[in-house]
């Protein structure tokens, strides 16, 4: 019923930022929680980033903290993964995905609470 599509995606050069956008449409909530995965060819899909819809809080895997930015737009009903610094290892096909419940912190690393997904964006970072 919710859709999630996604832009933004595309080829950078080796620390240089890209922003990532995914569009909520649909049936909609205030309580969803939304994440940002990632998937490389022959990988498993890692979590990136997630954020909690109604109260904004944010929360990073190691391996972006620091780099990485996810906000919302609640006019827009919008989620954004904003990448600096990027480095050839973040080369991958990422996906936004949602749910429409606050998921507990344990949880959002992984892919089977979400219910729904995007189509996914390439990133490709140039070395």
């Known amino acids: 019923q919710v859709q999630l599509v996604e832009s933004g995606g595309g080829l950078v050069q080796a620390g240089g930022s890209l922003r990532l956008s995914c569009a909520v449409s649909?049936?909609?909530?205030?309580?969803?929680?939304m994440a940002w995965f990632r998937q490389a060819p022959g990988k498993e899909r890692e979590f990136v980033a997630a954020?909690?819809?109604?109260?904004?809080?944010?929360y990073y895997a190691d391996s972006v903290k620091g780099r990485s930015t996810i906000s919302r737009d609640n006019a827009k009903n919008t989620v954004y993964l904003q990448m600096n610094s990027l480095e050839p290892e973040d080369t991958a096909v990422y996906y936004c995905?949602?749910?429409?419940?606050?998921?507990?912190?344990?949880?959002?690393?992984?892919?089977?609470?979400?219910?729904?997904w995007g189509q996914g964006t390439q990133v490709t970072v140039s070395s």
């Open positions: 954020i909690w819809w109604s109260s904004g809080r944010t």
């Open positions: 995905a949602a749910t429409n419940r606050p998921l507990p912190l344990r949880v959002v690393l992984t892919t089977t609470p979400f219910d729904y």
């Open positions: 649909g049936r909609t909530f205030s309580s969803y929680t």
